[in-house]
């Protein structure tokens, strides 16, 4: 985050004609965007973890075709209870005699669904807040300031409990719950990132043209801070997708959907650990392990990327 | 993480902090004090109005599930009714009064709490200094090592510690070594703090109370491991490619003594003030943890009282995780700005 490195190059363009100015532009973005997709590629981790995003992700759009949601239902489960995992039930079953692995690939949509939509909640308050308080240097930036600190400071768990219990156990509240609570982090980066960008020449020379507070912001700051917020936004579902497993697993979560994190709560409330039935515990767990690492990998390989410091020539 | 974040606003306003001269340390924690006590403030206000913004009935809430006789149903409401003041008075005794009850213990929320501390502060001040050591250790090594096996070893098996809730490895360390699956043998106990009917304050109990211990400090350490190493890792990285560096070496130091007398102190900086920033994680992490091994403390009692719900036990609980966390990153400030003058300019 040097503020002062990596202004965009400003082409004398002004005797160009509109419309090759708009080709240059073009240019540039294409060329920007292949040189952005090479850096992407060249980490190995990074693209490890696109890869097993993009196998979740079938899996979950395909999860009615692959297992039918009758197999779901507890009053036709054609398993014993917490039956060990053999030819017919490769994942073993559940305390109804559900197939593991049917509830864990169902599963896989609740948990990327809430992850995916808190997270864009979160990142569309974090980056409105950010801005804002950057950008307005009078009462009302300071307000901002103030309560993204305040925010940043409450505990994350308990409030999300406290506002889980006042609000009713849903899929909606849990999505609210944690897109209301995980924005502070993303702010306070945003905040960072549009300082540095305001104290650049250009947006100097949009404010003299006489451009308003909308035009710099929407204009000049948001497109500079964008890949900030993205590498931040992957990072964030991975935080959001641990924090929808730890909501459910305290039963805050929605009664009547399977998610990875209702699947572990049902393990601990009807005794796997004492029967030993490994094999309940371990494929959610799994596959949150392997969903939140793959995002964080993905997240880390773009900061790699989009980082000008750490950019080898 | 967000120490680093945080550089650049610092740096923005300077000048009017530097017209107040070198302001020094005093300044600087009068400051950092008020702005804490205001936080304090904020959270005791929105904690309030929280429970008093939902929607339906508030009675509903409070006695979900349970039956409750008329006068008792009356005698709530009447409280509903009083004026706001009122109730924000009670509200703010709510932890330190002998008068109001916890709905599931019928006990005051004080007392009930007044219990529960201790379990949690020895878990997680096991735990965390574990964990900031191992962490520490592992992070400066793979900085020094970077690229190399250990550090790719070390790297990816932190990423994956940090990927998992740390529940779930507690209820895997406890299937695998308490209940025992295939080869191992159950040798740690299911849960609690001690076996029944032990002194706590003999040599037996004291390795009675290390035996129960030890899965659910394993299952912390493990878990908070991660982000020490991680940004021990990032800070010690960025560091070593400063010139006071090549100038140490070139005095002729060794690798060993450029690195324990110049790069890490200057590197442990974030990662302390991440100690303490952390409590937050921390308390979330023992929320879940404590409720795993039946370990009676307060993550345990906000996990009973979210099932019931408790609702003056939850406020109360919640109120205390938020003056640790609130106290903590005070700390933190403080801290950092004793060690780094740059800070508090």
């Given amino acids: 985050m040097s503020r002062a490195g990596g202004s965009p190059e400003m082409s004398p363009s002004g005797s160009l004609g509109g419309r090759s100015q708009r080709t240059l532009a073009r240019t540039r973005r294409r060329a920007s965007r292949r040189r952005f997709l090479a850096g992407f590629l060249a980490q190995r981790s990074g693209v490890a973890g696109l890869a097993v995003l993009g196998l979740f992700a079938v899996l979950a759009l395909l999860a009615p075709l692959l297992f039918d949601s009758s197999q779901l239902d507890v009053t036709r489960a054609t398993g014993a209870g917490l039956e060990a995992p053999s030819g017919e039930f490769w994942l073993g079953t559940d305390e109804n005699g559900r197939p593991v692995l049917a509830l864990v690939v169902w599963g896989a949509r609740v948990s990327l669904v809430v992850g995916l939509t808190a997270t864009l909640i979160s990142m569309v308050i974090g980056t409105l807040v950010g801005i804002g308080s950057a950008h307005f240097r009078g009462w009302f930036g300071g307000l901002l300031e103030r309560i993204t600190d305040w925010f940043l400071v409450i505990p994350f768990l308990p409030l999300a409990i406290v506002l889980a219990t006042v609000l009713g156990q849903s899929l909606v509240t849990i999505i609210a719950v944690i897109g209301l609570t995980s924005w502070p982090g993303t702010a306070r980066l945003v905040r960072a990132q549009t300082l540095a960008v305001e104290a650049r020449p250009y947006l100097e020379r949009a404010k003299v043209l006489g451009g308003g507070d909308w035009h710099q912001m929407t204009r000049h700051v948001l497109p500079n801070v964008m890949p ?75 900061e790699v990327v989009l980082d000008p410091r750490r950019t080898s020539s | 993480m967000s120490v680093l974040a945080a550089d650049p606003v610092v740096a923005a306003d300077t000048p009017r902090r530097q017209r107040r001269g070198q302001g020094g340390l005093g300044w600087y924690a009068l400051s950092r004090t008020l702005s804490a006590a205001a936080t304090l403030v904020f959270v005791v206000v929105f904690n309030f109005f929280l429970f008093r913004v939902l929607p339906g009935d508030p009675i509903a809430l409070y006695t979900r599930g349970r039956n409750v006789d008329r006068e008792r149903l009356a005698e709530l409401r009447r409280a509903l009714n009083r004026p706001l003041t009122e109730q924000f008075w009670s509200y703010i005794q709510n932890p330190f009064s002998q008068a109001i009850d916890s709905t599931r213990f019928s006990r005051p929320v004080w007392d009930v709490i007044g219990d529960r501390v201790w379990p949690t502060l020895l878990l997680l001040g096991v735990s965390t200094s574990l964990a900031a050591g191992i962490g520490i250790w592992l992070g400066i090594r793979s900085a020094w090592e970077r690229g190399r096996r250990f550090d790719r070893v070390s790297t990816g098996v932190t990423l994956t510690l940090y990927a998992m809730p740390e529940f779930w490895l507690g209820m895997l360390l406890l299937i695998v070594l308490s209940t025992g699956v295939g080869f191992f043998p159950g040798i740690f106990p299911s849960g609690g703090v001690s076996s029944p009917g032990i002194d706590v304050f003999s040599i037996a109990g004291v390795l009675d109370l290390a035996w129960h211990l030890a899965l659910p400090a394993l299952t912390l350490t493990l878990a908070y491991l991660a982000e020490y190493s991680l940004v021990m890792r990032s800070s010690l990285v960025d560091e070593m490619s400063q010139d006071y560096l090549t100038t140490a070496r070139a005095k002729g130091l060794t690798d060993r003594l450029v690195r324990r007398r110049h790069a890490v102190p200057n590197a442990m900086l974030p990662t302390i003030s991440l100690i303490f920033l952390n409590i937050g ?46 106290v903590a990153n005070l700390l933190a400030d403080l801290l950092v700005a004793a060690m780094d003058p740059r800070v508090r300019q």
């Fill in chain 2, 281 to 326: 994680f921390v308390v979330s992490g023992a929320i879940t943890v404590e409720t795993v091994f039946s370990w009676p403390g307060l993550g345990q009692l906000s996990y009973e009282a979210i099932r019931g719900p408790d609702v003056a036990l939850l406020q109360a609980i919640f109120l205390l995780f938020s003056l640790a966390v609130v």
């Fill in chain 1, 228 to 302: 900030l917020v993205l590498a931040n936004t992957t990072l964030t579902v991975a935080i959001a997708i641990l924090s929808e497993t730890t909501l459910s697993f305290l039963g805050l979560g929605d009664p009547f959907r399977i998610s990875w994190g209702t699947m572990l709560d049902n393990a601990f409330s009807n005794g796997a650990i004492s029967s030993g039935a490994w094999w309940y515990l371990l494929s959610p767990g799994l596959c949150v392990v392997a969903v939140v690492l793959a995002f964080t990998l993905v997240g880390r390989a773009l």
